[in-house]
């Protein structure tokens, strides 16, 4: 067998923009996510949200400050793409492990990556007690209404008559309770600061969405309590849609159950 040569451009780190004869590029990746492909299925909202939370801490210039907590789901190798320091957590405890973590060195900003099924099902408990003492943390919530990473079971976040492979005749609300509105929930608690609902199906819905995670940050100095950014991800593998028809799914029903935008915002000082 012929030996294969990988272009050089496949090993070398992600930092230099490349300028040709011809084009300059305007756009590379920030050189906070490591320069490798990544796990996740076609179409799947993780690998964008993961590149904007590091777009924003390249832009605010925290990598050597920021400490990430990486879940059990499908974003469990995320500590393989983001280039900080990150530390895995069990499945549901991002937001207890992310306390020790802040705790123990407060000049740091902390933030936690999870999915539905880990915050809001197993791990509700340490998510409601962690925002209830007014963690100085981020909390990142991708929801995507299902347990992608073990092939699509009921979440607490699935929509009512969703199809899962634990509900196939749909979610029968009279059974299982309706779809927990985590974001609203915890926006009562006095401990939270910013709470917030975006989602990344538009050019527009990115922006929001990165802007979201940058207050997310921001909002840490003014050690005032927890910031929760929820975002309506796709699974386009377990909701058996194409990706493009996923857009449209989130679009036309998802939001309909978890309405987007801010749910509490900090009051101007
Ligand atoms: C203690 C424990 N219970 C259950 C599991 C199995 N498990 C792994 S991932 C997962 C659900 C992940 O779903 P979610 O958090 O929504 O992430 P997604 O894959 O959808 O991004 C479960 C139940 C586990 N790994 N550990
Ligand atoms: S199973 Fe779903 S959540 Fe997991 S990587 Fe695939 S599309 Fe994304
Ligand atoms: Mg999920």
Redesign the pocket.
Known sequence: MSDIHLPETAVKPNTEPCVTEDYELVYHKPKEMVNVNMHYCPGCAHSLIHKLLMEVVHELGIQEKTIGVAPV?CAVFAYDYLDVDMQEAAHGRAAAVATGIKRLMPDKYIFTYQ???DLAAIGIGETIHAINRGENILIVFVN?A???MTSGQM?PTTLAGMHTTTSPDGRDTSMYGQPIRVSELISMLPGSYYVTRQTITTANAVRRTKKALLNGFKYLDHHKGTCFVEIIGN?PSNWKMTPLESMKFIEEEMVKTFPLGDIKVPKAE
């Open positions: 789901g999915g539905d099924g995507n299902v347990y992608g979440a699974c």
